[in-house]
Structures are given as C-alpha cells and as structure tokens.
C-alpha cells in the first residue's frame, strides 16, 4: 500500500537552507555584541564607533572585488571556503585582542572576508535553483529562522555565561557552515565576453544604474533606523528587553516576506517589489516619528520584513536576471556593496549629523519624507519616460 502523503523535499536544496541557517545563526551570536564587547574591554564611545564604521565601508569595495575575482576566475567556490576560513581566522584574532591600534586592522580584515560570502552564496543559490530562482525566498527564509533562533538563545547564554561566549558559537557554527560549502555544488558559469568587457556592460547598463541608486536611497533609510533606533529607545526610557523584543518582532517580521517572495514576485516583478519596499522603508521612518511610547515602536517592527526582506529578494532576483553571462557574483557584489556598503556608510554618517542637530524625531521624519519624494518621482518618471520603469520589469 503506498503511503497517502508524498514527501517533496527539495534535496538538492536543503544544503543552502543549511548555510543560511548557520551564517545568519553565527552572525547573531557575534555582531549585535561586538559593541558591548568593545566597552567591556574599556573602549571609549569614539573608539567603538571607529570601529562599528569600518564595516559598511570595506563592504563596498570587498564584495564587488571578490564577486569580480570569482567571476574572472571561475573559482567561486575556492574563493568561498577562503573568504569563510580567513573570517574565522580573524574572529579567533578578534577574541585575543585587547588595544584599540590592534582592533582596526582585525576588525578591517574580518569586513573584507566576510564581505564576499553572501554574495557568492546567493549567486551560487541562483545558478542552482535555475529556472526556479523565484523560489530564492524561501531559502534564504532559513537565514531568518538562523538568526532569531541565535538572537534569543545565545543572548540568554551570554547573560550568564560570559561575553568571551559570543566568539566560541560564532567559531563553531561558522566552522560547520564552512562544511556546508565543501559539499554544496557550486557551478561555474563560462562568461559570454572578456570579463572586462561584461564588467563595461553592467556598470554602463542604465537600467542596473537606476535599480542600485533606489536600493541605495531605501539602503539609506534602513541604515538610519538600524543605527538609531535603539538611542531613540533609550530617548523613551525603554528597558533593554523591550529593545531586545524590537529585534525579535523585527526577525519574524520577514518569514512571511521571504517565504512567500516567490508568489509575490510573479505578481509585482523585482522593480514593482524595489517600489514597495522603498515605499514601506519611508512610512516605517514617519510612523517611528510620530509615536511617543516604546510599545509602539515595537509595533512598528513589524515593518522591517516589508521593507528589508523585499528589498534584498528584489536587489538578489534583478542582479540575477540583468547580469552578463558568468557575471553573477559581480552582479550581486555591487548589490550587496551599494545597500550594506555605500548605504550603510552615507546612513550612518548622515543620520548622525541630523540626530545631533535635529534630534531623532526629525531626523526620522525628514528621511521618510525623502523616501517618499524619491518613489514619488520613480513612478513619475515611469510615466512620463517612454516605459522608463516598465523598462526596470523582471519578472521571474
């Protein structure tokens, strides 16, 4: 008698689901304590903001340069398992260090090899899913499950345990992410062209062009929230578990984005997706500026999944589709270097001058009301552009 219920697991795919499990589980073990770490050693507030600098600057150049390397190459996956290895190496480096003169070249060299690994892996994902890339949310779902499962677990260890703990779990689940890629399939795609003639093509692709400077505005907005939400917090004299619960809420918030992507990028396509998330990015700026108690802010999280979440499955799916042939890594390096890279950096940088001077509740407001002008005028020109928009449309 055959069994009433078919099993449909996807098996080539459940090694990707693997590493997203267990990049974005490590990342949550080490990056939201960094901070903390660096005060606990006596670090003064100029140093770590140094520090927490470094980063989103070296992303910008890192992840296009490795994406480029691994595309002239074709050794994506060695480049990987290097980039992953180097990483860890430098978090054990990390752990050991106690000067600040020290911690800039460490804190440098980890940006720059951690930098390239999402990257690779989402063009890996790409390539493997195929004619199914539209399904890409669904993977990377796992990294959100990864992440909030670490974020309340290791949190809780910590508080206990010791901050020294933060590394010892980011080394070890890293180290059996870096497993998963020795057995992931990583295909290499020839390049139609010279490299350096794909490369000419995508960076004088005016449609490419477009796409990055809206993911850098809506990279702008989010980058704002991310740095100074929770001084904004403290501002309303919330306790740290409600700022820990903003996080939480904000993590749940993108399973249903990223689970569903798949249906609501054959409805929207990647520029109506870009559209949405931008528009979302700007009202959650408003919304965070015209509310006065912390509960509400955390209601407000809910926003983070439209507005991030979209945002990176519609930068990953037009990256995919508008790069050269064997230019994907490069493709989804300038993404990735332009939202967390150049965004990250300009977010911060303007946003602390605006909460120095105008405080938190204008600087919110005034960054969402940018958002809007910027969508408002996108689906203008789109009207008024001869199909300037329907120009951007990818649909998977």
Request: aromatic fraction near 12%; glycine fraction near 10%; avoid cysteine.
């Amino acid at each position: 008698m055959k069994s009433a219920i078919p099993l449909s697991i996807d098996r080539p795919m459940v090694l990707p689901k693997a590493f997203y499990l267990l990049y974005y589980g490590a990342a949550a073990s080490l990056l939201p304590f960094l901070p903390i770490y660096y005060q606990s050693i006596g670090l003064s507030g100029k140093e770590i903001g140094v520090l927490v600098a470094i980063p989103p600057l070296l992303m910008l150049v890192g992840a296009p340069l490795w994406g480029g390397l691994a595309d002239a190459t074709h050794q994506h996956k060695r480049l990987l398992m290097l980039a992953v290895s180097l990483a860890l190496i430098s978090v054990v480096a990390l752990s050991l260090t106690s000067r600040f003169v020290i911690f800039i070249p460490v804190v440098a060299a980890y940006a720059l090899f951690i930098a390239p690994v999402m990257p690779l892996i989402d063009n890996t994902v790409m390539e493997m899913l195929g004619e199914r890339r539209s399904k890409y949310g669904k993977q990377r779902f796992w990294g959100a499950v990864g992440w909030g499962i670490a974020a309340l677990l290791v949190g809780w260890w910590v508080e206990r345990s010791g901050l020294h703990w933060t590394f010892i779990i980011y080394i070890v689940v890293m180290s059996a992410g870096l497993l998963v890629i020795w057995f992931l399939p990583v295909r290499q795609t020839s390049i139609g062209s010279k490299f350096w003639q794909g490369l000419r093509s995508l960076l004088l692709n005016w449609q490419w062009a477009i796409f990055l400077l809206l993911v850098f505005i809506g990279g702008t907005i989010l980058s704002m929230i991310s740095s100074f939400l929770f001084l904004y917090l403290n501002d309303m004299s919330a306790s740290k578990t409600v700022m820990g619960l903003s996080l939480t809420v904000a993590t749940i918030s993108e399973m249903p984005v990223l689970f569903f992507s798949e249906h609501i990028l054959k409805r929207w396509s990647a520029r109506g997706l870009l559209t949405f998330a931008l528009l979302i990015s700007a009202f959650r700026s408003l919304a965070y500026s015209f509310i006065s108690t912390s509960a509400l802010v955390v209601l407000v999280q809910l926003l983070h999944g439209p507005s991030f979440s979209a945002m990176w499955i519609a930068g990953v799916s037009y990256a995919n589709k508008i790069a050269p042939q064997g230019m994907g890594a490069t493709a989804q390096g300038l993404f990735s270097g332009v939202q967390l890279g150049l965004a990250g950096t300009f977010g911060g940088l303007i946003g602390g001058l605006l909460y120095e001077n105008l405080g938190a509740v204008m600087m919110f407001r005034w960054v969402g009301m940018i958002g809007l002008a910027a969508v408002l005028l996108f689906l203008l020109l789109g009207r008024t552009a001869g199909g300037f928009a329907r120009s951007l449309d990818v649909r998977l």
